[in-house]
Every structure is written in structure tokens, then in C-alpha cells.
């Protein structure tokens, strides 16, 4: 019985939008767009670093909620996800030995996060959890579940630590901006080790600490120049590779030799 | 000058390799060594990782041994027939080591292990090459005649079956313990990134009983094919031979190692060796300091799959 009423009420009301969509009792549903201006990025050898932007928008937002700033905007930049190993030394005899390990699937390799302010202003505890958002609250899957759940939890926060250690993990507070009432622009950090491969942007919107929609777009980070196609040859033809290492080697012996003789 | 090593994936300065290349260069010519066993231990000081220390640095022996052994050739001081069957062992011992390398890779003990290997060998060697040059020295400040060990023309090696004749060494041994040798090379060369003269010579001199003159360049010639079979190998299955990194030290070391030659015409023997063993303990103590002193990070990152 409740079905058809439900249908009824719902078509009504989309009847009602249609033909007077200003005065409409529901207000229109927000959403978020993000747009990236290249959806590839060379860095070089010599990469020390930078700033990424990216702009984005806001659908149908409530000038009211925006004039309070009760919008929040979250902007991720994700690197590849890898399995990872986490090792802890320990002491053995006096030295110092890798022990204990754990091992997680798909970790990314790394993690910049941008907000409109710090996140425990944005929204619950929880909500980061359940949308597993920010390098703290980021679910770190253990390859072997069965683990002590108190041994996960070490290696997870080293896991983090050591990330945000190396610049990988990172958050740049007030690093998005609202430019007009609906545009916004996020700048995330790439790190000088950022890994090359797919990395995927995601933007989050909150109204009032409640998670309203997300949009993502992907990016393509890889390594250009001289060195990089070195590392391309060194492993898809590796065996080539190790011959041409001897030649040098046996090269700059003998160049050596012809230079310096002395007998 | 910064310039960033495709396989180690580091930003480094082009004039402190070259300057490491040079300055065992430098050593390696004063001494008649190759320098593997002072170049790994100095990459991994200057943070690159122990597996490509390791694999660049048996690519960085090729270069050094290569040359030497072109003047032994031209002086005929090369027993090819003796290095051909050090040569074979060592291709054995080296596929060993490799296998070795990339198990305790996965296992994460790699970087212990070879630190551990460094301390250990290094130590001994250096050790008794220290005692064995202050004795000298002081025999001969007092005066005495330096006293060379009577060899005895038969310890229990001479006795093994399977003898073969090595004209060029004026010896008539078994294979199996030159194979034996060879492989134990192979397997250090294969590990640490080290050409092993630094033990094959005193082998080849107290062991086998090999003339001095052929020593040397014997060891350089079996040092060459087993450093070229490990570097292979190392680039096809770990792919952890840096060029750019083998380049940088190679060229300051054949440069290098022509001054050192020099150097070391105008000290005597007992004086060099004493340095040369000051030198492997000192780089012993410092890797042997690390793996006791704690620490800053006690967790690690590796991560798997595709390297």
C-alpha cells in the first residue's frame, strides 16, 4: 500500500519542481564537481616538489549555508595503492634486527589531503572513519586479518608515521579556498618522492558537518628524462641492461688504462 | 652538483661519488686491491640502499680489475689455465650468493646480513693482516733478517685427489680446492659487492702456495668474469645495478687509482699493510657501530609487488 502512495507523492513533487523550481518546498540537492586542468603530469629527475591545483565547484549550494561558511570541502589526492610491508627492529644480542612485520594490501603510496579548515572542525570523528578519509583515518587493510588486533594497530600507526614522516602522507589545512560562493581551489602537495602512476583526486562535501556528496578524477603522475628511461631499460630489459653495465665497466677500465699508462 | 640515480631513485652529489670513486681509486692502486670491499660499505654510509651498494658496487670492480689486468697481461704475470677454473667455481658460488640475496630481501634481513658479513670479514682480515705487519715491522727495527715462514711443501690441500698442472704457476695441485676458493669468492662477490682479492690473494699465496708474481693478476682476471656474471645477474633478477651510480665512481676511480700506484712505490710493504688493515678495521668498527647503536626509526617501509 505504502508503494504507489510513495510514487504518487514523488511524482508530484518533481512535477511541482518542474514547473516551479524556484518556489520548490525541497531545496535542491548540492553537489560537487571537481575538474583537473591535465590528466597526466611529467615530473623530471630533479623534481624537488610542488604544489598541485585543482579548481573545483559547487552545485546548487544554499547562498545562505555559504554566506555562514558552513560549507566544508575535503580534497584527496591518492597515490597508487601497493601492498606494504611494515617491519619493527627489535633488539637482538645488542643488534638491531627486523623482527616482527605486517603486511597491508593496497596502502597508497601516498596521501595529500587539502581542507577548507582543520578536520576535527569539519565534521565527527566517525563520518572520517566511516568515509575512511584522512591520512589518520585512513582503513589500512591487513593481508592477514587474523593478526592480534593489537599488533595491526601498532603497525597502522607506523605505517602512518613513517608516511607522513617522508612527506607522502600529508594535509594542507586551508589549503582549499572558496573563490565565489560556488567555486572552490585546492592546492595538495606533491611530494618529491611522489610515485609515478594513476593517481586519483577526490573532493568531499560537507554542509553543516554532514557528508553530502563526492566526485573524483584521475591523474596520471609519471617520470620523464634521461634517468627515467634508464629505469625503464633496467627492467624491461634487464638482461641487456646487465651487458651494457659490464661494457662500461670493462670500457672505462680500459679508457682508464690508454689515459694514465705508464709502462 | 645534484643529479638523481635512476635505480637508487636519490638525489646525490655528482663531486662527493666522484670524489669516493677517486679516493679508493686512490687506495686500490696504493694497495693492489679493487676497492669493492671500501666502495659498498661508503655507498651505504651515503645512504644508498645496501641491495644497489651491492650490485653497483661488483659493477664498479669490473672497471678496476679490467685495467689491471690489461698490465699483468702485457707482463704475462696471468695464469689463465688457474683463474679459468677459479673462474668455474665461482660462476657456481656467485648463483648461489644470488639466490641468497634476493631470499633474505624478501625475509627483510638482507641489509643486516650483509652488515653483519662486512663486520665479520673485514674484522678477521683485518685483524690478522695487522698483527701480521707489526711483527714485521718490528723484526725488522730490531735488525733481525725478516724470518719467511718455511712453507711446507706438503699441507693436507696437496694431498686432495683430482691434481691438475698449472704451468704458468709451476704447480701441480687438486681442482677441488681452487674450485672451493673460487666459489667461496663467487658467493662473497654476489653478496657483498666485493671482487674478494682482499681474500683470494692471501688464499692464493699461503694455500695454494702460488707463486707471488701470478697472484694478482691471476686473482684481477677470475675477479672480472665473476663481478661481470654478478652484475648480470643482479640487473636481471633484483634490477639493482645503478649506471649512472657505477659511472660516477668508476671514473674518479681509474683515475685515482694511477696516483695510489704512485703513492705506493715510494712505502714500504710492512708500512702498507699496516695502513691497509687500520683502514678495513676502521671501516669494520663503523659498520659494526651501526648495528648496535639504536636506530631513528625503528619501523621500515617496503613496499612489494611491482618494484
Do not use: C
Not at chain 1, 627515467?228 to 651494457?244: E, K, P
Not at chain 2, 627483510?108 to 665479520?120: A, C
Amino acid at each position: 500500500m505504502r508503494g504507489p502512495k510513495a510514487f504518487a507523492t514523488a511524482i508530484l513533487l518533481s512535477l511541482l519542481a518542474a514547473a516551479v523550481p524556484v518556489k520548490a518546498q525541497t531545496p535542491p540537492v548540492e553537489g560537487i564537481q571537481i575538474g583537473l586542468s591535465t590528466d597526466n603530469v611529467s615530473i623530471t629527475a630533479g623534481f624537488s616538489g610542488a604544489d598541485l591545483t585543482i579548481f573545483g565547484s559547487l552545485e546548487n549550494p544554499d547562498p545562505l549555508v555559504a554566506r555562514q561558511g558552513r560549507y566544508d570541502v575535503i580534497v584527496v589526492l591518492e597515490g597508487p595503492p601497493r601492498p606494504v610491508v611494515v617491519r619493527r627492529k627489535d633488539r637482538v644480542l645488542g643488534v638491531w634486527v627486523n623482527l616482527e612485520s605486517e603486511t597491508f594490501e593496497n596502502v597508497p603510496m601516498s596521501y595529500s589531503v587539502a581542507t577548507t579548515r582543520p578536520l576535527q572542525d569539519i565534521t565527527e570523528p566517525n563520518s572520517y572513519k566511516q568515509l575512511s578519509l584522512g591520512a589518520s583515518n585512513l582503513y589500512m587493510q591487513p593481508a592477514d586479518a587474523g593478526d592480534n588486533p593489537a599488533t595491526i594497530e601498532e603497525f597502522t600507526a607506523a605505517l602512518r608515521s613513517r608516511k607522513t614522516a617522508t612527506g607522502l602522507y600529508s594535509e594542507n589545512v586551508g589549503g582549499v579556498q572558496f573563490l565565489s560562493q560556488n567555486l572552490f581551489r585546492a592546492t595538495v602537495r606533491l611530494a618529491p618522492n611522489v610515485p609515478v602512476g594513476t593517481h586519483k583526486a577526490r573532493a568531499f562535501l560537507f554542509k553543516s558537518g554532514v557528508f553530502i556528496k563526492e566526485s573524483s578524477a584521475q591523474l596520471e603522475i609519471r617520470k620523464s628524462g634521461f634517468e627515467q628511461s634508464i629505469f625503464r631499460v633496467a627492467h624491461n630489459y634487464s638482461f641487456l641492461y646487465g651487458v651494457f653495465a659490464i661494457s662500461l665497466a670493462m670500457l672505462t677500465g680500459w679508457l682508464g688504462r690508454v689515459i694514465f699508462r705508464k709502462d | 652538483m645534484g643529479i638523481y640515480l635512476p635505480i637508487a631513485e636519490i638525489s646525490v652529489n655528482v663531486f662527493v661519488l666522484l670524489a669516493m670513486g677517486a679516493a679508493v681509486g686512490f687506495l686500490s692502486g696504493m694497495f693492489g686491491v679493487g676497492g669493492g670491499f671500501l666502495i659498498t660499505p661508503l655507498l651505504i654510509f651515503y645512504n644508498i640502499p645496501p641491495a644497489i651498494a651491492v650490485a653497483t658496487g661488483a659493477n664498479q670492480v669490473i672497471a678496476s680489475s679490467f685495467s689491471g689486468v690489461l698490465s699483468h697481461m702485457k707482463r704475462g704475470t696471468l695464469d689463465f689455465k688457474l683463474g679459468g677454473v677459479l673462474l668455474a667455481g665461482g660462476i657456481v658460488g656467485s648463483t648461489g650468493g644470488i639466490f641468497v640475496f634476493a631470499f633474505l630481501r624478501r625475509l627483510g634481513q638482507l641489509d643486516l646480513f650483509i652488515s653483519l658479513l662486512y663486520v665479520v670479514l673485514l674484522g678477521t682480515v683485518g685483524g690478522l693482516m695487522l698483527v701480521e705487519s707489526v711483527n714485521a715491522l718490528r723484526a725488522t727495527r730490531s735488525g733481525a733478517a725478516p724470518v719467511l715462514k718455511k712453507s711446507g711443501q706438503h699441507n693436507w690441500i696437496h694431498r686432495l685427489p683430482l691434481k691438475m698442472r698449472f704451468r704458468a704457476s709451476k704447480l701441480f695441485v687438486s681442482v677441488i680446492p681452487v674450485l672451493g676458493l673460487g666459489a667461496g669468492i663467487g658467493f662473497l662477490s654476489s653478496i657483498m659487492g666485493v671482487g674478494g682479492g682482499f681474500i683470494m690473494v692471501p688464499a692464493l699465496i699461503y694455500l695454494l702456495k702460488v707463486p707471488t708474481n701470478v697472484v694478482i693478476g691471476t686473482s684481477l682476471f677470475q675477479i672480472i668474469f665473476t663481478s661481470a656474471y654478478t652484475t648480470l645477474v643482479h640487473a636481471t633478477t633484483n634490477q639493482t645495478v645503478d649506471v649512472v651510480l657505477a659511472f660516477l665512481l668508476m671514473a674518479g676511480g681509474v683515475a685515482g687509482a694511477q696516483y695510489g700506484a704512485k703513492a705506493g712505490q715510494r712505502l714500504r710493504g710492512e708500512q702498507l699493510r699496516a695502513l691497509l688493515a687500520l683502514l678495513v678495521l676502521a671501516v669494520a668498527i663503523r659498520l659494526a657501530i651501526d648495528l648496535f647503536v639504536t636506530p631513528p626509526n625503528l619501523y621500515s617501509l617496503t613496499a612489494t609487488g611491482l618494484n
